[in-house]
């Protein structure tokens, strides 16, 4: 079945360095995209989303690339902090197809070396 | 900041007891949903709510789920015949249109359904 998912479980990232995490999903017909942050105890936290028409959206620190050729999404952190250490989720959308829900994927764990 | 609260934070229930799940989503918001998510899995979505119906369903909101919005405040999720495997995580959401484009949707913080 169509499916959204990650490509790597854990990332652990020096203090300072750039993040990037990786997400593939399968259904070509999404058309909107987002990145949430699950911190320990807490619900999905919205960070950034895009849309299919396009191909880079930045937010502060933040920046979400979508590749549709190769169905891929990623998610860049600039300078990560200690306070970015979470569950990181993408999420897709297909609204052509009216009130969809989020399909999430299963979420990339970020640790942030001190 | 508004946001949608969540309430108990923590419910353990015996397996085969109804449980309550209540939510208070943000105020002039217009959609309401359900998700779970089971330890360590992805969140997962139940159901949609909309103008005092269901918009839409997973397939695991089945018989045994039901969802209630008694008055113009609380947003309730109802689990008839608890089951060991219904322990998770649940989340409830709200947007202030369809999620989509430019719409965010909000999560409040969960409640932590044990069964056992």
């Known amino acids: 079945g169509e499916s959204v998912g990650l490509h790597l479980p854990t990332l652990s990232v020096q203090e300072g360095d750039n993040s990037i995490i990786n997400c593939a999903y399968s259904n070509s017909a999404s058309d909107y995209f987002i990145w949430y942050k699950q911190e320990s105890g807490k619900g999905p936290q919205f960070i950034i989303d895009?849309?299919?028409?396009?191909d880079k959206r930045q937010g502060q620190r933040v920046t979400v690339l979508l590749n549709k050729t190769v169905k891929h999404l990623s998610l860049q952190i600039a300078a990560t902090q200690p306070g970015d250490s979470a569950v990181y989720f993408c999420a897709e959308i297909t609204c052509s197809s009216g009130n969809t829900p989020l399909v999430f994927g299963k979420g990339t764990r970020l640790s942030v070396i001190a | 900041e508004p946001e949608v609260t969540q309430t108990p934070s923590h419910q353990v229930t015996q397996m085969g007891q109804e449980v309550i799940l209540r939510c208070v989503p943000i105020s002039n918001h217009l959609y309401f949903y359900w998700y779970r998510q089971i330890l360590g899995q992805k969140v997962e979505f139940l159901v949609s709510?909309?103008?005092?119906?269901?918009?839409?369903k997973s397939e695991i909101f089945d018989d045994q789920f039901s969802v209630e919005r008694p008055d113009g405040s609380n947003f309730t999720l109802k689990i008839r015949s608890t089951k060991l495997e219904d322990s998770a995580m649940y989340f409830c959401?709200?947007?202030?249109?369809?999620?989509?484009?430019?719409?965010?949707?909000?999560f409040g913080q969960g409640t932590r359904l044990t069964v056992v």
């Open positions: 895009i849309r299919s028409n396009m």
């Open positions: 959401a709200s947007s202030r249109t369809t999620t989509g484009l430019n719409t965010e949707a909000f």
């Open positions: 709510f909309y103008n005092n119906e269901i918009s839409e």
